[in-house]
């Protein structure tokens, strides 16, 4: 049993010491910097998803446009 315990106490301090969050807790975000090419481009979001089993996230425009990429060319801000 203390095994055990001193074992989870071990995998959460590495988890934490890794900077992973466990929990999101953000599900709103209003601007996003989507990077296509050389050029940014900023809008206001609508909505987004991510994709479970992928790097992709989309995200829906408040004036209609939509883009799909990868998470590394999108950034979402919460202001």
Known sequence: MKKSI???AV???FISG???QIIDTTWKYDK???NVGSE?????????KDYQNSDMIQVRCKDGRSFLGHSSAIILVDE
Request: aromatic share 14%; proline share 0%; hydrophobic share 60%.
């Open 40 to 48: 940014t481009i900023i809008c206001e979001v609508s909505s987004w």
């Open 11 to 13: 995998f959460v301090l």
């Open 18 to 20: 890794c900077n992973v």
């Open 6 to 8: 001193i074992l989870i």
């Open 32 to 34: 996003a910097y989507i």
